[in-house]
C-alpha cells in the first residue's frame, strides 16, 4: 500500500484518539522531567483492522531521552512508513542529545501529527521544517487545546522567563485560611487534600512563604500511596533566612530537596547552618518596599529549570502573585468550615473575590469534592 493511501484510511477520529494517548503519557510525567516538558509519542501503523500501536513513550524522568527516541526504539524496523503522534513540535536543535527531527527522518517516519508548535527559540518551527524539507507529511494542531495546558509550564518558561505559577488556596466558609497566632486549621476533607496533592505531584516545585512555614510547619510532599516519589522541590521565600533548623523541611532535606530563597542582605552565618544541614539557599533582590521582587524570584526559578511552580501560601503570598500579575492558575478549594471573625483572611488587605473571581481569570473546573467545592480558574 502507497503511502498516499496508508494516510487516507486514517480519519480525523482516529487522529484525535490516538493523540489523546500521547497526551495522556506526556500528562503522566509532568512534575518529572524538568528542564524539559514532559511530551507524549506514539507510534502509530495501517492494519486492516485499523491504527495499531507499535511504541509509545513519555519524556524520561529528568527529561533526557527525549520522548520520540523512546517511542522509535520500541517500534524499531516497523516504524518505516508508519505515523508518529506526538504533543509537541520534535525538536531540532543539537543539546546533551542529536536532535529528535532527526531521529523521526531516520526513523524511517512517513507522517508526523504534532498537538503544537514549540516556541523555543531553538526549535519555534525548524523542527517541523526539517520533516517536512524531508518529504515527511506533517500536520499540526490535533489535540492543541489540551497540548497548551499540559505544556503551559514550558511555554511559559521559553517566551516569558518564568516558570508556570498555581496558585492553590484552601478557604473556610468564611473566607478565612488560619486561626490566629497565626496557627494551622485543618480546612477540607480528605478527597480535597488527596486531589490537591496530586497537584503537587504534577508540579517541578512547590513554594510557601516564610509565615506559612513558620505558622504551619509545613511537610510539602506528596503522600498519596504509590506517588511518595513525586514529591516537587521544596521552597520557601524566606528573606532573613528565618526557617527553623528543626522544622520538618529542614529536617527532612536529604529526602526531598528544599531550596530557600533568602534576600541578597540576609545573615551569611545563617545561609552556612542550613546549607550545613541540606538546605539549598539561594539569593533574591527586595523591591523598593523590602519586599521581595516576585518576578526576579521567578525569573531565578526558571534559570534554574523550574517550569511548573504550586504555590500553598500564605495569605500574603497569595495577595502578592495577583497584584503582580504573577499567577496563571488559580485553584481554590472551599470549605463549609467557619473558623470565625479573629481568624486570618484568605487573601491578605483584599475581599475573597479577589481570590475567587480575580479580573481576567475564566473558571475551567468546578468539582465537589466530599464536602468542599474545587474552583479552578485559568488566566485568559
Request: charged share 20%.
Amino acid at each position: 500500500m502507497s503511502a498516499v493511501s496508508t494516510f487516507a484510511v486514517t480519519t480525523p477520529q482516529e487522529d484525535e484518539r490516538l493523540m489523546a494517548r500521547a497526551l495522556e503519557i506526556g500528562q503522566a510525567g509532568l512534575g518529572r522531567t524538568w528542564p524539559n516538558p514532559s511530551v507524549g509519542a506514539v507510534v502509530v501503523a495501517q492494519s486492516p483492522s485499523g491504527p495499531r500501536i507499535l511504541g509509545e513513550a513519555g519524556t524520561a524522568p529528568t527529561g533526557r531521552p527525549h520522548a520520540e527516541p523512546i517511542a522509535l526504539a520500541q517500534a524499531g524496523e516497523a516504524a518505516r512508513g508508519a505515523t508518529l503522534y506526538v504533543t509537541l513540535e520534535p525538536c531540532s536543535h543539537h543539546g546533551r542529545t542529536p536532535p529528535c527531527a532527526d531521529a523521526v527522518i531516520a526513523a524511517g517516519i512517513r507522517r508526523v501529527v504534532a498537538a503544537i508548535d514549540d516556541p523555543d527559540h531553538r526549535v519555534r518551527g525548524r523542527g517541523i521544517a526539517r520533516l517536512r524539507a524531508a518529504g515527511i507529511w506533517v500536520t499540526v494542531g490535533v489535540g492543541a487545546e489540551q497540548a497548551l495546558v499540559d505544556h503551559a509550564g514550558h511555554i511559559s518558561r521559553v517566551t516569558r522567563g518564568r516558570p508556570h505559577v498555581l496558585l492553590k488556596m484552601a478557604v473556610s466558609a468564611d473566607g478565612k485560611a488560619g486561626l490566629p497566632g497565626p496557627a494551622p486549621a485543618a480546612i477540607t476533607g480528605e478527597a480535597a487534600r488527596e486531589r490537591a496533592h496530586l497537584m503537587r505531584a504534577a508540579s517541578d516545585a512547590i513554594m510557601v512563604g516564610i509565615g506559612t512555614a513558620l505558622a504551619d510547619d509545613p511537610r510539602l510532599n506528596v503522600r498519596l500511596p504509590g506517588l511518595e516519589n513525586r514529591s516537587p522541590v521544596r521552597i520557601v521565600l524566606d528573606g532573613d533566612l528565618r526557617l527553623p533548623v528543626t522544622s520538618r523541611l529542614v529536617r527532612t532535606a536529604a529526602d526531598v530537596p528544599v531550596w530557600v530563597v533568602g534576600a541578597e542582605d540576609a545573615p551569611l552565618e545563617r545561609e552556612k547552618v542550613l546549607v550545613d544541614l541540606g538546605v539549598e539557599v539561594l539569593r533574591a533582590p527586595r523591591g523598593a518596599d523590602g519586599r521581595f521582587d516576585l518576578q526576579a524570584v521567578l525569573h531565578l526559578l526558571s534559570l534554574l529549570g523550574v517550569t511548573r511552580l504550586m504555590v500553598e501560601g500564605g495569605p500574603q503570598l497569595a495577595a502578592a502573585l495577583l497584584d503582580a500579575g504573577l499567577a496563571d492558575e488559580v485553584a481554590v478549594f472551599k470549605s463549609p468550615l467557619l473558623l470565625g471573625a479573629g481568624a486570618l483572611d484568605a487573601l491578605a488587605g483584599h475581599p475573597l473575590h479577589r481570590l475567587t473571581a480575580p479580573v481576567g481569570f475564566a473558571a475551567v473546573e468546578q468539582a465537589e469534592l466530599g464536602d468542599d467545592t474545587l474552583v479552578r480558574l485559568w488566566r485568559r
